[in-house]
């Protein structure tokens, strides 16, 4: 399967109260094992930059990941960018 990165940034209305980011860590895994099955996910990680999270997950294919970023957009009220992986080793392999 192949590795994707989901960089999400938060609307403003997400994080209206406290302790609104870990109630929505667990919506956001529920809906994502609900309704995406195909997907697992890998990692999740805080960045301090122009983007909130990092979430790597493992999807057989782009619509998968799609479907994935799509919930996580849609319950975070987020913004979303989504990026293949290629591990380096696989990549040095095809690389000219």
């Known amino acids: 399967m192949a ?3 989901i960089l999400t940034r938060l609307s403003p209305e997400a994080l209206a109260r406290p302790g ?18 195909e997907a697992r996910w890998v990692a999740s990680y805080a960045v301090l930059g122009p983007c909130d999270y990092l979430d790597i997950i493992e999807a057989p294919n782009e619509e998968v990941a799609a479907r ?9 009220h987020a913004t979303t960018e989504t990026w293949v992986l290629i591990p380096w080793e696989r990549f040095k ?3 000219p």
Do not use: D, F, H
């Open 20 to 37: 609104a980011i870990q109630e929505l860590g667990a919506k956001v895994s529920e809906a994502l094992k609900a309704q995406v099955p």
């Open 93 to 95: 392999a095809i690389a």
């Open 3 to 5: 590795l994707y990165a």
């Open 68 to 76: 994935a970023s799509a919930v996580i957009r849609t319950l975070g």
